[in-house]
């Protein structure tokens, strides 16, 4: 919803990450164009075996095919919650759930065993479980900080947008301090609280907790256990592809 996340892997090592910003999203070729070229430079005049991806924004999948093919791949593989990944789905609905959480929960399980949880500090931050069976289970969502900082300063007359940040205090001394203060002490005890009753609604109290996205160093110091998976999403891309490829086989 925000970034388009790429990663260059050789073999199982990623090699390479780059971000190209989804908005204003204009169709998509734009994106696409960017992600080419990056591309080209990562791969360093090599030539890209295949691509696979992943979204959660319809208008990007024509530009992202687009993408592939002008990189010599004409099947790009997309990975949704319809694609079989050994990753059953226990939820109502599982054509819902976004290609980013199963992607994240099959990561998560193949790094780190089940139980586990997954915190996903993007756009939105999600929540989603997998069992000790290995089964996803769901989650929560909740806007993310950043869209909280932004949607204060859209709606009121006289804020500020301000980075999310933590502070040295609870009680700001000037309208910044204070926006930081509520959003990064506010997220946290969120989180905090969410993930009580997550693991006690799993029966799961020593359930690993990886967490993942662009805020998540902010907030890791402050959740003692948790585990920290930069590019978790592009792990479950490389996981997602191997296991289809298998499949095939």
Known sequence: NTNLTLGLFRGERLAAVGRVETHPLGGGRRQAAAAVRWA???????????????????ALRPALKEAARALGVPAPLEIGPGTALGLRLAVRTPSEVGADRVLNALAARALHGAPCVVVDFGTATTFDCVSGRGDYLGGAILPGPQLAAKALRLHTAK???VPVAPTRRVIGKDTVECIQAGLYWGYLGMIERVLKMTLAEMRAPKAKVVLTGGLAPLF??????ALHEPELTLQGLRLAAKKVTDSKC
């Open 40 to 58: 080209r430079r990562a791969a360093r005049g090599a030539s890209v075996d295949s691509v696979v991806f992943g979204t959660v924004v319809p």
């Open 159 to 161: 804020l500020p947008e």
């Open 220 to 225: 890791a110091k402050h959740l003692p256990g």
